[in-house]
């Protein structure tokens, strides 16, 4: 793409992964990153970064068009894509331990948060991540999505949406590899991270397991930089390990 503006993107940039990322990415200062976020405060630390653009999205279908088209005007070239956006626990809903607590409003806002949200990105994004030259997507997806890897049971929701979130991935890998077999498509599982998400659960966590938030960037950061296209999804950890399905 000729005079493009290579961008790093980090969509759900108030997160304690994708917070650590941006700052770890302005450090590094190799290119300027684009940070997406629903509110303002989460944006408001990076302003004094003048290699971060802010965009506040609520992430309705207008939004992201909107997004899409903006990126798409400043002939934005996506370098580094990664959409980090979910939810284990909310208002009235916890993760559940059997079957009898399945609740309907519950599994809704999991599924649109953990599974719809980030398709519904790629979906505004694909435009520009087929004309990108080599694009790196990591979606965060977990280990718990895994199917094959589910000993213990429980966290049907937030399973279940991670592992729908794989299906759906898997299909926009197989996508993508048409339309630019340059690009990489992860379902990232970053660790167990000490943020927000994981921290009503940290008690029955080995605290030397527990990663901080720019110990999870960094590999990221990593596996990321290491991954090479081969037009297929990768379900991969934070080691740069295969997760099975
Ligand atoms: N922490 C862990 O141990 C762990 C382990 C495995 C997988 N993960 C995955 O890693 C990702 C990042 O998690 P984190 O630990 O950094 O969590 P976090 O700090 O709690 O961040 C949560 C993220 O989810 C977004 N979000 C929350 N509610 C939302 C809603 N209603 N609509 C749209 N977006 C919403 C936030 O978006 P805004 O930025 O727009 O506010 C934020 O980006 C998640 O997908 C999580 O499932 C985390």
């Known amino acids: 793409m000729t005079g493009s503006q290579k961008r790093d993107v980090v969509v759900g940039a108030g997160s304690g992964i994708g917070c650590a990322l941006i700052h770890r990415w302005i450090d590094s200062a190799a290119r300027p990153v684009v940070a997406i976020a629903r509110s303002p405060s989460s944006l408001e630390h990076f302003e004094p970064f003048d290699l971060v653009e802010t965009r506040v999205c609520d992430y309705s279908d207008e939004a992201l068009a909107s997004l899409a088209e903006g990126l798409r005007d400043d002939n934005v070239a996506i370098?580094?894509?990664?959409?980090?956006?979910?939810?284990?626990?909310?208002?009235?809903?916890?993760?559940?331990?059997?079957?009898?607590?399945?609740?309907?409003?519950?599994?809704?806002?999991?599924?649109?948060?953990?599974?719809?949200?980030?398709?519904?990105?790629?979906?505004?994004?694909?435009?520009?991540?087929?004309?990108?030259?080599?694009?790196?997507?990591?979606?965060?997806?977990?280990?718990?999505?895994?199917?094959?890897?589910?000993?213990?049971?429980?966290?049907?929701?937030?399973?279940?949406?991670?592992?729908?979130?794989?299906?759906?991935?898997?299909?926009?890998?197989l996508e993508l590899r048409r339309l630019n077999p340059s690009a990489k498509v992860l379902a990232y599982h970053p660790g167990t991270v000490d943020t927000p998400l994981s921290e009503p659960f940290q008690g029955s966590v080995d605290p030397s397991t527990l990663l901080s938030p720019e110990r999870a960037a960094e590999a990221l950061d990593k596996v990321l930089a290491e991954t090479e296209p081969d037009g297929e999804l990768s379900y991969l950890d934070w080691r740069g390990d295969v997760i099975p399905w």
């Open 79 to 173: 370098e580094r894509l990664v959409i980090c956006n979910g939810v284990l626990q909310g208002e009235g809903y916890r993760p559940e331990r059997a079957v009898n607590q399945l609740d309907a409003h519950a599994m809704h806002r999991v599924f649109e948060v953990n599974t719809f949200l980030p398709m519904r990105v790629l979906a505004a994004l694909t435009p520009l991540l087929k004309r990108s030259e080599a694009p790196r997507i990591a979606v965060l997806s977990a280990r718990v999505g895994s199917i094959g890897d589910n000993r213990r049971g429980g966290w049907y929701t937030y399973r279940g949406s991670k592992a729908a979130l794989n299906m759906m991935l898997k299909c926009a890998a």
